[in-house]
C-alpha cells in the first residue's frame, strides 16, 4: 500500500514485528511518521455505515472526506507481532470437546515460546500443518480515542463518521503489518495464511490477555484489554496467521477462512468486529444483528 514504511518482521519466537521498527529494542514506531500516512479505504468506511450504494448528501459526503482525511493525517498506528512455532506434543487438532472446541479433548493449538492456548475447531481447522503461527497486533492508540470522544460531545454524526473512518484506517495498519508477515515467510520459504482474529467462529474473546502478554503489546504499543476482553483503545486489531511450508498444495489455512482475508477492529462498546469477510455467516459473530443479512447481502460482496 503506498504510503507504508518498510516493515521488519520479527524471527521465530522473538520479541516482534514492528512498522518501520528500530532494531534497538526501541518502541516501535508509527507509519507515516516522517513520510507519508496510511491511507484508508473510503468505500470500506462507508460500509461501516451501512451504505450500499444509496446517494449521498453531497455536503455529508464532504464532511466524511473531511474526517477521513483528519484521521490520516492525524493519527499514527502502531503495529506489532511475532511468530513462534506450534507446540505438537500439546497442540491438538482434533478431540470431542464441545460445539465451542471446550473441554478437556477440545481442539487447541498451543504456541511454544510464549504458552499461548488457542482453542476452537475454527481456528484448528484454519492452522492445520501450520509450522509457526504469527501473532499481529495493530492500534490507533490514545489520540484516536481523544478525538472520538471529542466528537462525540460535539456532534453524533461526526462521531460515526469519525469511528468508521478509523475503522478502516486501523485495518489499513494491519494490512500494512500482514503483508510484512507474508513478505518475511516467503523469504523463509514459507506461505501465510488469512488472519484469524478473536472473536471470530469460536476463537473466544477470552484469548486477548495471553494473546497480548506473548506480543508485549501493552509495553511496545500502549495495547490493553478490559475485565471483558475487549481491546483499549477501541480502534485496534488482533490477529493470528498461519506460516506453512511453501510445497503444501492447499497454502495452509482452510479455504473458507483463506477467502475472507482479514481481521477485524473491535467496537470498544459491542465486542464486534465491523463488517468483514467470513469463511461462513453461520460462524461470524456478529449474525445476531447483522444489518447486512437482512438485506439480502454479505460483508464480503
Known sequence: MAGVGPVRAAGRGDAGCEVDAPSD????????????ALSLDRDEALRYLGYADQKLDAQLLARFEELASACERELRPACASASFPVDEALTRWGGEGGE????????????????????G???????RGAREVALLACTLGAAC???????????????????????ALV??????????????????GLRASARYSPGYGDLPLSVQPAFLKALDATRRIGLSVTAGNLLVPTKSVTA?????????????????ARDANRGGARDGASGRAPVRAHADCATCPAREG????GKGRTCHG
Not at 529494542?25 to 507519508?36: D, E, K, Q, W
Not at 480515542?145 to 469511528?163: F, M, N, V
Not at 447483522?290 to 443479512?293: E, Q
Open 171 to 188: 485495518e489499513a495498519a494491519a494490512d500494512a503489518c500482514d503483508a510484512a508477515v507474508a513478505s518475511q515467510a516467503a523469504a523463509r
Open 145 to 167: 480515542e481523544r478525538e472520538l470522544r471529542k466528537h462525540a460531545a460535539i456532534s453524533p454524526t461526526d462521531a460515526l463518521l469519525y469511528g468508521a473512518a478509523a475503522s
Open 240 to 256: 493470528v496467521i498461519g506460516l506453512f511450508d511453501e510445497d503444501r498444495a492447499d497454502g495452509g489455512g482452510s479455504s473458507g
Open 100 to 119: 465451542n472446541g471446550e473441554g478437556d479433548e477440545g481442539p487447541q493449538v498451543v504456541l511454544a515460546g510464549c504458552g499461548l492456548v488457542l482453542p
Open 25 to 36: 529494542g526501541a518502541p516501535p514506531s508509527r507509519p507515516g511518521a516522517g513520510g507519508a
Open 121 to 127: 475447531r475454527d481456528i484448528a481447522r484454519h492452522l
Open 290 to 293: 447483522c444489518l447486512l443479512k
